[in-house]
């Protein structure tokens, strides 16, 4: 019942604060026997972190993970994992004004309307510093899939950055990792670039929407009727800072969809395996994958922490304005490709634990 | 750790498929001292009950809950509350098709391949008659509420029917319970009557977009950074039945505005608690409730269950056409508003609930 | 975080009153396939049904148990499975005195306390009358071992009756179904029914002694650091009405032992298992099954409610003197026997799925 | 559902090995606005210590605890808090011959057999260096006890070592700090340094009883019927290493008792409160306090690292003799009364947050 974990099997707790000496993750419940080092998680870690571009915080930070319990001459041992990373770039001073005024569209408000107390030092524990821990989970679940299911794969990319959508026509996955915003389509990434540029001269900021789809994730993961495999996903993607909306498959647009539209029609394999005309359900029908593509999307609001000059109060409850100096993102969304991908890690993960704790194995055979 | 239950203080466990003898919500944490009868939890029940318009389900049931446990003498006592509904129409010889047969973008196929044993009379489990006891549930959260937060107000409505979405500028509140599709606009809802039985005609579904508002809401409620109380409200709501998407207050469409235009800014109301120049943020920032309407929307997808023929495949893996008899909705949506509206409410009480047990008493004052 | 579930991934959620209309047990997590019905349940219910004796309450319930749902064709589905008895000799005027006055060593004082709204009539929630609901869901629990763990046998019996303890020298597993109090030493089970026939008359009541044992358990059931299998056996027994001790395998008595005489010395057996000398250990190492026999005893203190005249206080304050008439247990310990059985099988049940969840089979081999 | 924490509210997850870099707690459910710093945690880590006298350990521990998050200017913030102790003093090569044998009575066989992974430096996991987290954890937990219920004061020591019990005749709270037992009874304290002297040289290792007081815990916390303030008692103390019975006031004894002598009987005192004229429950009644003393007693069995010469079996099956050398304790239990407090502190403090959670306030009054 703690309220800073996720996962049933797999769990994991994050914990630590932007400005602290550390953050970290608890990981309870990693099956033991599986190859991983501080060098495997790391490789996701740096995805994330901060400073890669001028399209991200400025703040340096080497975000090195260690591996202090649960690994023993290079295997998880069953027991807890707990993942360190220390933080070192925290100059505090930036954040002086923030101690009285609270940021318009920012965590600062409720933070202090909840708890009386508050580590308004770069957001304390609302930063989305926080999502390094995920990172480092997420790489964790990752040794452990490729153990597990090592057919899965995990893909995160930036489908819309403001109002500058790609064109699925010219999506090409090999594109993904070569521009500063995880974008599937060359010709938006070079937009995406000048009109980004833009904003963050002008001290301005701007959402994005991010997709992560997992291919070769079997069919049965999941479970009625509150941890069905789409509300975990739900839950996952929406617990990351500044997330307001989730999508599986059609998402939203499922709305305007026919029965006739919608239904995926069923085929046999030549592998004995059902497959699908079209994949609408996102992989996910009643709560429980289907074999096909998971694919979840989310949007991530503007980063609230800008230049231009808003209305707010102080604590004291005056009037005031407001201008965030510090070191922020200009579109947050770029660095939650990662999370999201460490997110969807995390749940598919637990839900194979889950499954063959409740279930024992795949027990429906079609044909 | 049970995939049947949600909530952390007020759990919610239902339990029962749609042609058992009955289905039913096991209510443990509900706070001693509320008043509540079966009546009360009835009215909200009457609201979800199928066979109500031609708009929903044939199917006609009763929909009588009886409160087994938990309640003495006209109030909650602090002890488990059991609420049973029974199943009284179950025409099972409907289904003898699809025991067969999996339907296209149903969870037939998925429960089959998981389990390998299927209730396979009228979903089963999978059915969206074991909403009935998250409304009866709901009731009982409602019921605290009243005691608790009496200032709360939940509504739910329709905002869009297949591409057909409300006008905005004719939102009507006193319109909703007038029509059968709890409109907000009568001038679309009497388009969305055409429409309907158009499809309904031809045995085909829709789908539609649901909006819950809740008045009232203290500020403080929620909690970093798993059980943030939007992602207590995407999974509760993902957890409906046939929602592929879920949405707080902008939505989707954050991502496509500027740091400038998302920040709701911030003035001190004459009451002594802050006022905001507008609601992007839906009533929650960092997870936590800051005292303004909570906006939820949630897309649910057309009834799979159609006349329509569809290719698909048996147990057996051969090649079939199929097409679904039964007593279906042709736009199941409708009877998502009472089923989001129980949702709203049990996690709004539960929240509360947790907030007064973690922090006590709303800890941070203003001015 | 329910307080009225227990269990991991097999849970069982009890409800109801003794004088309600229904009690009841929510089971979430029962594997499918597990074939099970009512008469499999019954028979464990027959043996904790009062009124089989003059030594336990004249209550006359039939104790017959419905299932409601996760049973389909006779076997589990891997839905929640709804066990519910209804309460048919509810004799309420018997505890009118009970509304006003506080047993001495009953709940009454405290649920008051802590409720402020008390089900009076026959304990309520606090009544022994819940136990029936245990056993309900531990003969679930024992079908599914049946599937899972064959070889695992369940037996409890009592050691003790206030100051008259067995003797192990004439101990005797068939003797345990042959006398009402599931003793296995005939000469003490002779003795004990002259014993209580003594206390009954007197309008007094006594304590007891419950062991039980699980034979056939396979290694490695078990979990580091609080879940481990001697955590969740103590939690089990202790949560059963007036159960004041537990002990594993030496229990208490292991405080006087040296390491040299508590170590059980390990030795390899011919079906290339480990064999112990010794079973000091009750079967447990380090939280985690060795594959010996299981062992748990547990100490029940006598029934509060005794014709024997006591002082307490009443709701008002007042002094006052307490005489309970009702129908009650001269030693309530006898029917705790088919209660700790119940407890133990789903202990074992859900520690079985969990390793599986969490570990996927039994991975350290020996020789 | 980790398995590696306990708490509902005040939930604390240990991790980290005997001989890993660091060990630690990540408590989550601390309420905000605590004051606390790393002095008042350090001095009960220095309590439970270890190399403080010639009975306990030689290994020489700094054991010093860093907060890494959750506090900030010196109160506790609602976030996470993040407890780590380094290792610094890590002879692995004294472990090098229980990596191919397993301990008669320790946990490396089950280790083993479980998860196939074994970090058989010092034990691992499995090594009462972990509770040196729950210590920390426990600090904490009083540091909030100090706001929250002032009054409420935890006292642990020794009752019993091996063969020898204190006699309650002479019990001196002020004898507890004063010998290296934590024994009220300074006659019987001597003669065990004696005993346990012997012990020691022979290279053997004796049990204890250890007993925990909590006087001032206010009446009614505790809920029914799983989550029982003895049941989580007694899963807190059972999980401690080495425990094998636990006992709530007169505990195993209560079996001895009949139903006149073991009614506390109940008076109202001079300050409206209702006072008891003994108290056989423990101050424990149903699952909820009653205001009384809690008491609870836990036997720890004798260390299973000793010189003496015992029969085991090698990871290959083979039959060998075993001889313990490292650094041990001749008599664990004495260590285990700091451990006991700390888990008595963290029980009381999880179920004041939980009664306030899902009560509100105390509701029932008497007079």
């Not at 740096?46 to 571009?53: A, N, V």
Request: proline share 5%; with cysteine; aromatic share 6%.
């Amino acid at each position: 019942m703690t309220t800073n974990s996720f996962g049933h099997l797999f769990r994991v707790t994050t914990w630590g604060e932007s400005h602290g000496p550390a953050i970290g993750a608890t990981v309870d419940g990693c099956p033991p026997g599986v190859p991983v080092d501080e060098a495997f998680l790391q490789q996701w870690l740096d995805k994330r972190k901060p400073g890669q571009s001028k399209f991200t915080t400025q703040r340096r930070e080497a975000d090195e993970v260690r591996i202090l319990s649960g690994v023993f001459e290079g295997q998880t041992t069953g027991m807890p994992v707990q993942l360190l990373i220390e933080n070192t770039d925290q100059r505090s001073k930036d954040y002086s004004e923030i101690a009285e005024k609270f940021r318009p569209g920012h965590a600062d408000i409720t933070y202090w309307q909840k708890y009386g107390i508050r580590d308004y030092r770069g957001g304390g524990r609302s930063s989305a510093r926080e999502t390094a821990s995920r990172v480092a989970a997420g790489g964790l679940a990752r040794a452990a899939l490729k153990v597990l299911a090592p057919e899965v794969e995990i893909t995160g990319y930036m489908t819309r950055v403001g109002v500058h959508e790609i064109d699925r026509a010219r999506f090409d996955a090999e594109e993904i990792g070569r521009n500063p915003f995880w974008g599937p389509d060359a010709e938006m990434a070079a937009l995406w670039a000048d009109y980004l540029d833009g904003l963050r001269k002008s001290g301005n900021s701007v959402g994005a929407v991010v997709e992560i789809v997992a291919k070769g994730v079997p069919a049965g993961l999941g479970a009625p009727v509150y941890s069905k495999l789409d509300t975990d996903l739900a839950a996952a993607m929406m617990s990351i800072n500044a997330v307001k909306g989730v999508e599986i498959g059609e998402g939203m647009a499922a709305a305007m969809l026919t029965g006739e539209e919608n239904a995926d029609e069923i085929f046999m394999g030549n592998d004995g395996k059902p497959v699908y005309s079209s994949n609408h359900a996102g992989g996910i029908l009643g709560g429980i994958s289907t074999g096909q593509d998971l694919v979840v999307r989310f949007a991530v609001k503007p980063t609230s922490s800008i230049l231009k000059p808003r209305q707010t109060i102080t604590k004291t409850g005056e009037a005031a304005e407001i201008v965030t100096k510090g070191r922020h993102d200009p579109c947050v969304g770029i660095r939650a490709v990662p999370v999201g991908e460490a997110m969807m890690a995390c749940v598919i993960l637990d839900h194979m634990l889950l499954h063959r704790g409740q279930v024992g194995d795949n027990r429906g055979r079609i044909g």
